[in-house]
């Protein structure tokens, strides 16, 4: 088993890491077997968290407004990350989400990594549902706030310890940390037309928003253009 590893886990506005958005990372080192740091921020998205959104997770836009940006968050996250292995839960979910991150701002996001659902396909073949929630519930792992980023960083932590204990001697080969890797699409830079109708938007709806035209996405500025749009 690990002593020292980083446990995280991320909410999201959506599961694809090109068109949404992360809104909060949450992560605990471990140093011996006990937590000895723990990182826990909102991100400001770009676009409103819908109300499914707020219902999965309980992050309202309220919550959001006053949170730090992307770009500084993830660096943050970087740093604290140092040259740990990840544990996460469907791990390559949310390692893919910081990795586009990290690709946009030119950072590395290199990682070795362990998957606690993938170690639980394999021991726990016969359950119905693999998920945290379920996992928890089989082992009587506490997770107070589920789906808040560091409560299930925390519950993934205490399941990861808990499969090892019981399977690991068993089967070494299922516990060791694995590259992680995801490969970033090339985002399409925004369009001149687009750019030039949302920047007409903005100012006809005197809308106060922060916005980069040289490093739009395409994407990213049609998610902008829908919300004014829609207000």
Known sequence: MLKSYIAFDIETTGLDPLENE????????????????????????????????TGLTGITNEMVTD??????????????????????HNVIFDYSFVKCSAVQDRLSFEKMGIDTLKIAKKVHADMQSKSLGSLCSHYHIENKSAHRAYHDALATAKLYQTLAHYFEKDDPKLFKPVQLTYKVKKPQPATPKQISFLSSLIQKRGVKMEWDPENLTRSEASRMIDNLLKG
């Open 22 to 53: 992360i809104i909060e990372i949450g992560a605990l080192k471990v140093r011996d077997g006990r937590v000895a740091e723990r990182f826990m921020e909102f991100i400001r998205p770009i676009s409103p968290i819908s109300p499914m959104i």
């Open 67 to 88: 949170a730090r940006g992307r770009s500084q968050v993830v660096s943050d996250f970087l740093d604290f990350c140092g040259d740990d292995i990840l544990i996460g």
